[in-house]
């Protein structure tokens, strides 16, 4: 997992600039296609009461994990010595593949042996909705290995009547085993299963088993098993066949999932439990179970002792239809900017009426930055802000609509500028083991307080001096935005000379670079998380910058540190060098010239992470192995390297020559979350570390090389291995692929948008929020007949209606729209549930469970 946690974590709120296709559905007779989008976001906030060690240290090093059934696929930081941890990660990813639980487990961290699972949280997929957006503390659960189940079997039963030599009547009980799918990985890696069939009775248990089958989460076993059934004395050969009531009400079906363990003991995988007696109406059953717990899972452990989990978890599930059926929609909100007054534009109402501004901030500002209308629609909210204040010094220092709308569109367009401005020194920092601790209270033992300054101040200067240089990187949307917000400021405060500046260094260096500098793997800044040293040397360097920023462009003598210690360090930089630099900085980045952003002249930092590839060159045996190695992807070249930091590659492929880039069955090196990059010489077969992470590096392969000439449409879902493609057997290594690749995004796409996904998720906020929206057009009416002075507090006091007659126009026309779009939504909805009948593979039967 080791890449796992900096691949989810832009969680913060930075949406990924792509989306993760869980699921497809044919349309009607034109076969247009419905997507099945999920993703997740939220914040895994604090752990309390954790159980302590038993002895004179009672203390854990602990971190968090978000599991999708048992798959890991985001990792917090380790918060060390404490019972009640303070963990306040935000997370964001889009959710590529059907799952039963999300669960969220609470680790102890053991640098020798395995690391401890203290307790767990799991919610089952269709209780989520449940907690959507609010902060709940969760009882953790015990963990059992007898619990933690995933996976589903597919199963036949026949009851067939016999006739014996003698001539006596009995039954048998077929049971065909025919796959299971989705099992879960065993220590990283696909595991041996093989199944246990046993039918058991009131005085019977008879059991037989499957072949192991090796490698593989996906077995397909197709074994069959034949049972005999007694009858009582008392029976009678009937003229047509039927089952006896009393047998069949006392027998049953257990299947039970092993991984083979070799020489260490079998690990249990679930189990699922069936009455015979399905087949009281049937000749036949066949269905899709989904494996459940064992028995004795959970039963005799104390739930109430084990400390509790405060989550946020706001799951998603959006089903985008065909491109056309968004028009309206689309046109309504890109008008927004124009509407006078903006409070009465459907993008103002949207974020007016969701519970959370950040569920209508995501989708609003990743669309209108697509069509750019967000600097005007940004700087029309942003104008309404400050008529609300009243004092300078406090400018943008709110949690409005605005100032959410421009963190959200620094982290989109922002990315590269941090990369190419901070991430060098903030490599240097992390890698280097200099204290700066400055606090008397927090020195260790044998730390030089004199020194730690000065090794904390040469940071602090380092990373100053690179910022206010860096205004040619800044992206031209932000200084637009810049550029609109200090001359809105000087308007409305004109005595004041110093609010120009502080009405962008409220923004640059308080909202962008100060909470990169503290938190570096949400930014993709750094790959995983810093240790508790290095977070607390940031914390200072972080606090210190934002401080600069503030007091240059305010010009004021004194700073506003409450700690004794942060004052007498900031001493060091009240000089009026420091000013002059904050303000001339600021005056480039908001000025009205045209930057172009570094990406023109120097590759584009993507991603990068530790995953496993397959190795190009043969080994002496004919075999081919996969190896460890650090990928790096940027906006000319995918490399990978021995470890991260190398500066020499072992390999490259220019983005130029990527042809596809596609997903690889499991069965061509029995491995899950695997894909390929096809390119001009042999295809790169990569293993990524969870599903999650391989969806991403997908995604942002294929964005990246979408425009590429001589792109294919055909692959091979298979690898070539022993002469043969696995997929379609074809002998020759060069021949055509076999099947279409994926369909990507149109080549002229500005910003990496899903256009219809964004609307699509705007659509289904409107649908949850109808009742806000039907008592805001209330409010219009009622402001628009009573003309009186406005006494107590009333159902619109919480509304900004500012045009009450504009206002109710823009809802009469998103109620229009939603009640339109909502027509094709049931009946994807009807033909999805007819679809998927209870016991399918899309829809299996939860079994029997003790």
């Given amino acids: 997992m080791a890449a796992a946690a900096p691949a989810a974590a832009a969680a913060s709120s930075e949406a990924p600039e792509a989306t993760a296709t869980a699921e497809t559905e044919a349309g009607d007779e034109d076969s247009r296609e419905v997507r099945v989008l999920q993703s997740l976001r939220g914040k895994i906030c604090e752990a309390k009461n954790l159980l302590p060690y038993l002895g004179p240290n009672k203390m854990r090093d602990c971190f968090c994990t978000i599991n999708l059934d048992q798959e890991e696929v985001y990792r917090t930081q380790v918060v060390e010595k404490s019972l009640s941890p303070f963990f306040s990660e935000e997370f964001y990813f889009e959710i590529p593949r059907t799952f039963q639980y999300l669960s969220f487990y609470v680790y102890d961290k053991n640098v020798l042996q395995r690391d401890l699972r203290i307790g767990k949280v799991a919610i089952k997929k269709e209780d989520l909705c449940n907690h959507s957006g609010k902060e709940t503390w969760f009882s953790l659960q015990p963990v059992d290995s007898n619990s933690e189940v995933q996976g589903k079997v597919h199963l036949e039963l026949k009851l067939n009547e016999l006739i014996t030599e003698n001539g006596t009547v009995c039954q048998q009980l077929v049971v065909h085993i025919i796959a299971c799918h989705g099992l879960p990985l065993i220590n990283g890696q696909s595991c041996d299963p093989y199944a246990t069939v046993s039918v058991v009775g009131p005085s019977r248990n008879d059991q037989k088993k499957t072949k192991v089958k090796k490698k593989t989460s996906n077995p397909q076993f197709n074994e069959i098993f034949y049972f005999e059934v007694t009858r009582s004395s008392s029976y009678t050969r009937k003229s047509q066949f039927q089952v006896e009531e009393e047998d069949i009400e006392k027998l049953e079906i257990r299947i039970d999932l092993w991984n083979n ?12 439990k069936v009455p015979v007696n399905v087949l009281r109406n049937d000749s036949s059953h066949q269905a899709w179970y989904l494996l459940q717990p064992r028995d004795n899972g959970n039963k005799s452990s104390k739930t109430d002792d084990l400390g509790s989990l405060r989550l946020n978890i706001c799951y998603t599930e959006d089903y985008v ?11 309504l909100l890109l008008k927004s900017p124009d509407v006078q007054p903006i409070s009465a534009s459907a993008a103002y109402i949207l974020g007016e009426i969701c519970r959370d501004k950040n569920d209508a901030v995501l989708p609003l500002v990743r669309l209108l930055l697509h069509h750019d209308k967000l600097v005007p629609f940004a700087t029309a909210v942003a104008e309404l802000d400050l008529k609300d204040t009243q004092d300078a010094n406090t400018i943008f220092r709110g949690n409005s609509l605005a100032t959410r709308c421009l963190d959200e569109m620094m982290k989109i367009v922002g990315g590269h500028y941090l990369k190419v401005t901070l991430k060098p020194i903030l490599d240097e920092i992390c890698e280097s083991s200099k204290s700066c601790e400055i606090d008397p209270i927090k020195l260790k033992e044998g730390d030089n307080v004199e020194n730690n300054k000065e090794n904390l101040r040469y940071y602090v200067d380092k990373l100053f001096s690179t910022i206010v240089k860096s205004s040619m990187s800044c992206p031209t949307v932000m200084c637009d935005t810049f550029y609109s917000l200090r001359q809105m400021a000087t308007q409305r405060f004109p005595n004041d000379p110093h609010v120009q500046y502080s009405a962008v260094s409220s923004f640059v260096f308080l909202r962008f670079f100060a909470v990169a500098v503290v938190s570096p793997h949400t930014f993709h800044l750094r790959p995983h998380h810093p240790d508790p040293q290095t977070i607390r040397t940031l914390t200072l360097i972080s606090k210190t910058i934002q401080t600069l920023g503030s007091w240059g462009s305010l010009s004021k003598s004194k700073s506003s540190f409450k700690e004794t210690f942060m004052c007498e360090f900031f001493k060091m930089f009240q000089e009026e060098g420091y000013i002059i630099a904050v303000k001339k900085f600021l005056d480039e980045i908001s000025s009205t010239e045209t930057k172009e952003s570094s990406g023109t002249s120097e590759p584009v930092h993507l991603k990068e992470g530790e995953m496993y590839k397959r190795a190009q060159g043969r080994t002496r045996i004919g075999k081919k192995n996969f190896k460890k190695r650090w990928f790096c992807l940027t906006s000319r070249e995918l490399t990978y390297h021995k470890q991260p930091g190398s500066k020499d590659a072992i390999y490259t492929i220019p983005v130029k020559n990527i042809l596809a880039v596609e997903k690889l069955e499991e069965s061509s090196f029995n491995k899950k979350n695997m894909f390929q990059v096809i390119h001009m010489e042999k295809p790169l077969y990569v293993q990524a570390n969870n599903c999650v992470e391989a969806n991403e590096w997908i995604d942002v392969l294929c964005r990246v090389s979408r425009c590429n000439q001589n792109r294919l449409s055909l692959y091979h879902p298979s690898a070539y291995l022993n002469g043969n493609w696995l997929c379609c057997l074809e002998t020759s290594e060069s021949a055509l692929g076999c099947k279409p690749c994926t369909a990507g995004v149109p080549a002229d796409i500005q910003i990496d948008i899903d256009e219809d996904r964004e609307t699509e998720r ?18 219009c009416g009622t402001i628009a007949v009573y003309q009186g002075p406005q006494k107590e507090p009333d159902d619109y006091s919480n509304f900004v209606i500012e045009d009450s007659v504009t206002t109710f126009k823009t809802i009469q026309q998103i109620k229009s729209i939603i009640e339109k779009l909502d027509e094709p939504h049931e009946k994807y909805r009807k033909k999805r549930s007819s679809s998927a009948k209870y016991g399918s593979e899309e829809n299996p039967i939860v079994g029997k469970t003790s």
């Fill in 321 to 331: 239809l065909p491109s056309e059926y968004y028009g309206p929609l689309k046109t």
């Fill in 762 to 779: 705007i659509y289904s906020l409107f649908t949850l929020s109808l009742l806000k929206l039907q008592k805001m057009e209330e409010a």
């Fill in 261 to 272: 363990g070799n020489l260490v003991q079998d690990i249990f995988l679930g189990e699922i």
